[in-house]
């Protein structure tokens, strides 16, 4: 049986809002088809939920190429799934930009504060990963197809793009573009008498006949990628007469049987499009470097992989935040929330700050007591070189308390950061927040 992407790592980008000003149209829909992707990669594509990243509204081309290698850190060894959702642009050069929140639009050479395709071939270039899946739903996408194979060093690639090089993506209304949407259905309720797996190239196929009268996708297949197994097919009927139980083992280790000819399915914990990321709220240096004091030496932080992220409720992320640049080592953090913290419970922003191999967690702002959108900033002497970024807590009421008093870890009472989440109760995404002197 052909390998699948169980492996991968994903860098999921949606920009569908625009500063005042630009040229470029608002896209409906871009956050909910972010957020409904997210979670058709790690529910129907079995996907580890810690390897997919979410990337909303970056504000400009350096922010995202940023985001995107951050992303990406860890992926050398693995398949990379990368995806964008937002408008694309061609200047006179016919050169690929894929839009920023800060992006104005027009033409010339180049396109200020667009990141261009160039670019992201580089950064995917350097991440040195064994295949490379990358899908544009944007206008003008095909034109990655004719450069992509200038991404060296990988054992194959795939394009799978929703317009052609001269041609304009579609939106389907509040649902967004028409293209994810298509694709999101397709995860979600599979092709009637079509095979057991959906392979990449079964994906583009069936894309190709349901958006034959909006727009053309095109494909790229390098070293039969194509033929890699994005989910199990959830239409697929076992034939009548089942045939013998064999076992298969897929390129990466995992066993699937055939069970009636059809593929067990695979059962997945929901969870919080949610992960563990860098923030820093003073300019502390890391645990293991810090002097003895009345207590005794600094414990040992908690490794940033031994962050939990924990399930999140059915339907919409409950808070959903974005962060943009606000002058000198600020930045405005905004939140959109889908649901309001239980009775007995409040929100909370925490911000990690994320050393070499360890982390803290600095409570900063209790939501009930911000408006929607609210300024971080840091120190003049904080160290810039450190990741930084925040994500919501939801916590019962007497830990909100501890947190009001500024010293939130009762086995270290002297500390005003935690050394670990107190909780698995990460209810928001992540959001990298983009520092700047």
Known sequence: MPDDLRDAHAVLIGVGEYDSGS???????????????????????????????MILNPYTQDNLADEIAAALATAS?????????????IDIRSELYLATRATKGGAGFGQPAALSYDRVRSILRDVQATAIVMILDCCF???????????????????????????????????????????????????????????????????????????????????????RILADNPAYAAPAIPPKITPSVTGNGRRRRWIAGAVAAVVLAAGAVAGALALQSDDKPPASQRTTGPLGPAPTSSPASAVVVPPTPTGSTPVVLTAAPD??????????????????????????????????????????QAPPSFRIEIPK???????????????????????ETGFPDP???????????????????????????
């Open 23 to 53: 040229e470029l149209p608002r896209i409906p829909g871009v956050q909910h088809a972010l957020i409904a992707l997210h979670e058709a990669l790690v529910q129907r594509c079995g996907l580890d939920r810690t390897a997919v990243r």
């Open 77 to 89: 060894g693995h398949p990379v799934i990368f995806y964008y959702i937002g408008h694309g642009m």
């Open 141 to 227: 996408s095909a034109t990655a197809i004719e450069t992509f194979a200038k991404i060296a060093k990988i054992e194959g690639g795939y394009v799978l793009t929703s317009a052609s090089r001269n041609k304009t993506a579609k939106v389907a209304g509040d649902d967004g573009p028409a293209f994810t949407a298509a694709l999101l259905k397709l995860l979600e309720t599979g092709e009637p008498g079509g095979p057991p797996y959906l392979d990449l190239d079964t994906v583009y196929r069936h894309l190709k006949r349901a958006l034959s009268s909006l727009q053309v996708p095109y494909s790229l297949d390098m070293n039969e990628t194509g033929t």
């Open 327 to 368: 002058g000198s080592r600020t930045v405005t953090v905004s939140t959109t929330i889908n649901r309001q913290a239980r009775a007995g419970y409040q929100y909370w922003l925490v911000l990690q700050v994320r050393y070499d191999s360890s982390s803290e967690f600095y409570p900063r702002q209790n939501l009930a």
């Open 381 to 403: 002497d904080a160290d810039l070189n450190w990741k930084r970024a925040g994500l919501i807590l939801e916590v019962p009421d007497d830990m909100s308390r501890r947190f």
């Open 411 to 437: 086995a270290n009472p002297s500390h005003d950061y935690l050394l670990k989440l107190p909780c698995t109760c990460v209810v928001s995404n992540e959001v990298d927040l983009p520092f700047r002197d």
